[in-house]
């Protein structure tokens, strides 16, 4: 790709830190996971997810997700090397998380049996207990094994999405594991689509269309901007309160994936709880 696109990507956050710096520790400290994640060379191996042909139709004809959360496939390998690699960026590039992250490495580097139980965990959606007797920031943790889990959620999506060419799945939630969408994108052809929170498959959905409550009032949808950022809109639901970030790529030049721009919009998510709205 990307060494266009991941120059585009430091330079905006560049721009972006001059331009909020309030906000500058959120795009470092998020820049840092991101690009962690995207230099990690290493692919994560994932065993086909086995679903019949007869299961595929009649879960999507009732709407129901492919796979459930619990039945995804995760590399453990993979996921504890880029949990380790982003401990390390970011004790190497961030003071403030750096006495904490310490804590967490030095566990679970003494503890590794412990780490694949959090990674099953996380599958369970169970939140991560406190570790006895360790002082760990458990948010922090939950947040580094999401991220580390991600190329393997990722390609477990991306095992089964042959068996969605012809589907016309049009809901707010994702096909492949039901949890709802992140960021938007309007593409060249007109049409949305949203990127999944949870395993990263995107799918197109109404230009108006609230994927959180189904809402499609025009009412009751509108959309704020920050100013001179053409291109970049939040859409707003008044019926659930939620928002939605959303990325024009006929107006964007260098959008390299929806992470990326998640993270060099993040003044745009506190402009949208400032104004009462929370992330979908
Ligand atoms: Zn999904
Ligand atoms: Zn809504």
């Known amino acids: 790709m990307q060494d266009d696109k991941l120059r585009a990507f430091q330079e905006r956050l560049k721009i972006l830190r001059r331009k909020y710096p309030d906000y500058g520790y959120f795009f470092d400290f998020y820049g840092t996971v991101i690009l962690t994640r995207i230099n990690f060379s290493q692919r994560p191996e994932i065993e086909s997810v086995a679903i019949e042909e007869e299961m595929v139709k009649l879960k999507l004809n009732d709407g129901f997700p492919l796979i459930e959360t619990e039945a995804f496939q995760i590399d ?35 503890h590794p049996e ?123 639901c008044d019926k659930c309160k939620r928002y939605l970030k959303t990325v024009d790529e006929r107006t964007i030049e260098n959008v390299v994936d929806l992470d990326m721009e998640d993270v060099a919009t993040l003044h745009l998510d506190i402009i949208a709880e400032k104004e009462g709205y929370r992330k979908g």
């Open 76 to 110: 453990t390998k993979h996921a504890q090397a880029l949990f380790f690699a982003l401990c390390r960026e970011l004790i190497k590039e961030r003071n403030e998380v750096k006495p904490k992250i310490e804590v967490i490495e030095s566990y679970f580097q003494s």
């Open 114 to 236: 412990k780490l694949k139980e959090i990674f099953a965990d996380f599958l369970k959606e169970e939140k991560l207990k406190d570790i006895e007797n360790i002082d760990l920031d458990i948010n922090l943790l939950q947040f580094l094994v999401f991220h580390s889990l991600k190329p393997s959620l990722k390609e477990s999506a991306q095992a089964v999405k042959s068996k969605l060419e012809n589907s016309n799945w049009t809901k707010g939630y994702c096909p492949v594991c039901g949890h709802h969408p992140y960021m938007a994108a309007l593409r060249e052809n007109g049409k949305k689509y949203v990127k999944c929170s949870f395993c990263g498959h995107e799918w197109s959905i109404e230009r108006i269309l609230c994927p959180f409550c189904d809402n499609k009032d025009h009412e009751q949808l509108r959309y704020i901007k920050a100013d001179g950022e053409e291109g970049y809109r939040v859409y707003l």
